[in-house]
């Protein structure tokens, strides 16, 4: 999309430019929304927190005085919570909720059910049945613990296969090995009797890019929610991950398309996991920062001309706790460079993007979270 009549990369530069983000990377200010708009509302822009930092007063600092909401990043995750198949340890999500109860954050829970980070028990299961009986407690139980406090899930995570073209284009998770591609509709509906004015999202990886397998996953994904809304199974919002690798190009008519399509069935679009994986880029860290704002803004932009981002949300808070830097690292050995915030809490020209988002989109009618 063009904005002020500018070309996108002019338009940034421009941006940014004026925003004195360029001139201030390296300088401590939050960014504040400028004085027109307030009382307007905004696009929550949130992070994904650990609780082995919430000790760190920076690292608490930097979620409250730059974002609206938290997603827990690994506490909810079944290797962490459910130690044996009977019981739940909360430890890590209830700190994670207690401390943006205290702070006044929106919270979105990540992930209900997921294939990646599961106990070794979870493969002893055998039957439908008891994978059924055990999907539905764990949804019932942690969906009923946060009712009313985490006011969006992530409910079903990476469902899509990676050869989506072939025959469902299903994951072959345990679930859907045991239950059957069923699996999505019956969570769905646990979660939302569980909790019925959750935001319930379907999140998945991979559906920024320009390629026939990048449409497939698309495809795959549009082809799921249109079959859950067609039997009146709750399904609000898709998460679009936007792990964005440097060398790949965002399809931004794609996206656009993609994000229409979901939004004339209903379907808000929710930015789940953004970050840049910086691996293919310069080693200048400058030079990374810009074509990591630029790469974020292609995503944002081509969701925002769909019809618009109802919230988005950055995998971590700090280059300096991100997952990339053990999951994804450069081959010089360099720190990665993924975040809004550096690795001393420094905003970056990606912050100044995702600013100018949160206060150009107006949230839809739905409220997002609860507060
Ligand atoms: O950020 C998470 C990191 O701490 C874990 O070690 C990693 C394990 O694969 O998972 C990371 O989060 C993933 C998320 O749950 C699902 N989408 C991809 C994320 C990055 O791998």
Known sequence: ?????????????AGLAATGALAGVGNDTPALAAPSDRGRPRMPLGCAVQRRYLGEADYRAA??????????????KWERLRPNPRDFDFADSDAIVDFAKATGLAIRGHALVFHGQVPAWLDRLETR????????????????RYRGVIGSWDVVNEFTDDRPEVGSGLRPTVWERLI???YIAIALREAAAADPSAQLVLSDYFLEYRDRHYDDRRAVMLRVVRDLLRRGVPVHAVGIQGHLYGDRIVDRPAVTRFVADLKSLGVEVVVTELDIIDQAYPADPDRRDRLAAQQAFELLDAVTEGGGIHSCLTWGVTDKYS???????RDDGLPTRPLALDAAYRQKPLMQVLQHFRRR?????????RR
């Open 129 to 144: 049945r008891d994978a059924e009986e055990d999907m539905r407690r764990a949804i019932a139980t942690i969906v009923g």
């Open 361 to 369: 989109t107006v949230p839809p009618d739905r409220p997002p979270v």
């Open 63 to 76: 979620i409250t005085s730059h974002f609206d909401m938290v997603v827990t990043e690994d506490a909810l």
């Open 1 to 13: 999309m063009i904005q002020s009549g500018l070309p996108r990369r002019r338009f940034l530069q």
């Open 180 to 182: 059957g591609p069923d």
């Open 323 to 329: 997952w990339t830097s053990w999951h994804r690292p």
